[in-house]
Nanobody, 120 residues
Framework: QVQLVESGGGLVQAGGSLRLSCAAS????????MDWYRQAPGKERELVAR???????KYADSVKGRFTISRDNAKNTVNLQMNNLKFEDTAVYYC??????????????WGRGTQVTVSS
């Protein structure tokens, strides 16, 4: 029904920046929340940032002031600008979208993830 594809991950030195992008496609009527989650080895998956369809945002305390989430509703994309990266940000980052499909049913969809590695 819906596919999410992340891009922009990679290897960066501490203090550097990366920009992650996620594009949704398929049988989309509308998209409610769009999120970035991450999961580091040995750690639970955690919500990094969320943006609603109206543009309200929420961030994990650990990334406040460093990360910025944004979206383009016309393009069905969500971005995560990550600045002043720290070693502790190393994780697989996943895009999640709460999508109302064309049948008007609502589902969560997940991307396959993109690796972000920050060297100390």
């Amino acid at each position: 029904q819906v596919q999410l594809v992340e891009s922009g991950g990679g290897l960066v030195q501490a203090g550097g920046s990366l920009r992650l992008s996620c594009a949704a496609s398929g049988s989309i009527f509308s998209i409610n929340d769009m999120d970035w989650y991450r999961q580091a080895p040995g750690k639970e998956r955690e919500l990094v940032a969320r943006i609603t369809s109206g543009g309200s945002t929420k961030y994990a305390d650990s990334v406040k002031g460093r990360f910025t989430i944004s979206r383009d509703n016309a393009k069905n994309t969500v971005n995560l600008q990550m600045n002043n990266l720290k070693f502790e940000d190393t994780a697989v980052y996943y895009c999640r979208a709460v999508v109302v499909v064309t049948t008007r049913a609502q589902y969560d969809f997940w991307g396959r993830g993109t690796q972000v590695t920050v060297s100390s």
